[in-house]
């Protein structure tokens, strides 16, 4: 019985350990395994773009097109079709094609229709109509008479009313003297609000764990940008302003990122005329463990993490402070 119990038990846990195996594995495909993606494009006259993305050696694709001032998109997992807006387009014409062709109304289905119609008769001028009976008919009532006596008693409550004498209020200096004064006060409290919370930045700025920080988020960027460029890149730009200075200028700031690029990509300026035409081509691969791995160095770092306890600290002070 025991042997039993064990045997049950090893084989629940090589079934544990087969599950976490293919947790794991997933996971560091996911981490691991690149996302590849290629850009096409040209503009000679109307832009004609592609746009595509790859994932598991093709098992899921994404792909995008703009041409002839017409977008579409599709995407496919292994041998399914997700999405395609390329169909649903063509789809809804092919419908209202169909519903137009089915309703057809015939002439004789009018006839039949207007024939089944009842015909209403209207009534004549002949026939007399009901006149109402003088009995029915009653009198208005008549206004009842206001004694004489009351009219003079109301007099004098009025004429004792207007001799009351009502207290007057502040003067108009007066009032215009207190609004100025209300509005003095309001701009010197929004003075003094603006100007503590400048100082709380310049004292969150100046911190050493800001600049830490900052450093940090640099180094980041950079790996992250370093990790997702292009790794092949060609084109050809033909180029030129109305203005052979701005043609000029553009390509001295251009040259300024000829490290970048070199010679994958060919400026040709034109002097000449305004022109602008040209194809551009890149390709390059993502993978997701170069963001997991600097989101967790983030949540590790003590000077991100100290300066998100300053500036909770000294937001919780203004808020008692003006509470």
């Given at each position: 019985?025991?042997?039993?119990?064990?045997?049950?038990?090893?084989?629940?846990?090589?079934?544990?350990?087969?599950?976490?195996?293919?947790?794991?594995?997933?996971?560091?495909?996911?981490?691991?395994?690149?996302?590849?993606?290629?850009?096409?494009?040209?503009?000679?006259?109307?832009?004609?773009?592609?746009?595509?993305?790859?994932?598991?050696?093709?098992?899921?694709?994404?792909?995008?097109?703009?041409?002839?001032?017409?977008?579409?998109?599709?995407?496919?997992?292994?041998?399914?079709?997700?999405?395609?807006?390329?169909?649903?387009?063509?789809?809804?014409?092919?419908?209202?094609?169909?519903?137009?062709?089915?309703?057809?109304?015939?002439?004789?289905?009018?006839?039949?229709?207007?024939?089944?119609?009842?015909?209403?008769?209207?009534?004549?001028?002949?026939?007399?109509?009901?006149?109402?009976?003088?009995?029915?008919?009653?009198?208005?009532?008549?206004?009842?008479?206001?004694?004489?006596?009351?009219?003079?008693?109301?007099?004098?409550?009025?004429?004792?009313?207007?001799?009351?004498?009502?207290?007057?209020?502040?003067?108009?200096?007066?009032?215009?003297?207190?609004?100025?004064?209300?509005?003095?006060?309001?701009?010197?409290?929004?003075?003094?609000?603006?100007?503590n919370k400048w100082n709380s930045l310049l004292r969150i700025w100046n911190a050493t764990c800001t600049q830490n920080s900052i450093a940090f988020v640099k180094k980041a960027l950079l790996s992250i940008l370093h990790h997702i460029r292009p790794r092949k890149l060609r084109g050809q730009i033909h180029f030129g302003m109305e203005k052979p200075s701005d043609t000029g200028?553009?390509?001295?700031?251009?040259?300024?990122?000829?490290?970048?690029?070199?010679?994958?990509?060919?400026?040709?300026?034109?002097?000449?005329?305004?022109?602008?035409?040209?194809?551009?081509?890149?390709?390059?691969?993502?993978?997701?463990?170069?963001?997991?791995?600097?989101?967790?160095?983030?949540?590790?770092?003590?000077?991100?993490?100290?300066?998100?306890?300053?500036?909770?600290?000294?937001?919780?002070?203004?808020?008692?402070?003006?509470?």
């Amino acid at each position: 019985m025991i042997h039993i119990i064990l045997l049950i038990l090893k084989i629940i846990g090589f079934i544990i350990l087969g599950i976490l195996a293919l947790l794991l594995a997933i996971l560091l495909i996911a981490l691991f395994m690149p996302f590849k993606y290629e850009f096409s494009g040209g503009f000679h006259e109307k832009p004609d773009i592609t746009v595509k993305l790859r994932w598991l050696f093709g098992g899921l694709k994404v792909q995008a097109a703009f041409k002839d001032n017409t977008f579409g998109a599709r995407a496919s997992l292994l041998w399914f079709k997700i999405f395609d807006t390329q169909k649903n387009e063509v789809e809804p014409e092919v419908e209202a094609d169909a519903a137009n062709e089915a309703v057809v109304i015939s002439d004789a289905d009018i006839l039949e229709e207007a024939a089944d119609i009842p015909v209403r008769k209207e009534p004549t001028g002949s026939e007399p109509k009901p006149q109402k009976e003088v009995s029915q008919l009653t009198a208005p009532p008549k206004p009842e008479k206001v004694s004489a006596e009351i009219l003079p008693n109301e007099k004098i409550k009025q004429e004792k009313k207007k001799k009351e004498k009502t207290p007057k209020g502040p003067g108009l200096f007066q009032r215009l003297s207190d609004k100025i004064q209300g509005f003095v006060d309001g701009v010197g409290g929004k003075v003094e609000s603006i100007e503590n919370k400048w100082n709380s930045l310049l004292r969150i700025w100046n911190a050493t764990c800001t600049q830490n920080s900052i450093a940090f988020v640099k180094k980041a960027l950079l790996s992250i940008l370093h990790h997702i460029r292009p790794r092949k890149l060609r084109g050809q730009i033909h180029f030129g302003m109305e203005k052979p200075s701005d043609t000029g200028k553009i390509l001295g700031y251009s040259s300024m990122l000829y490290s970048w690029y070199g010679d994958n990509i060919q400026l040709i300026p034109d002097f000449e005329q305004s022109v602008f035409e040209g194809d551009l081509y890149f390709r390059g691969h993502v993978q997701l463990y170069i963001f997991v791995f600097w989101a967790l160095r983030g949540l590790l770092n003590k000077d991100i993490r100290k300066l998100i306890k300053y500036i909770k600290h000294i937001k919780n002070k203004e808020e008692t402070l003006w509470q």
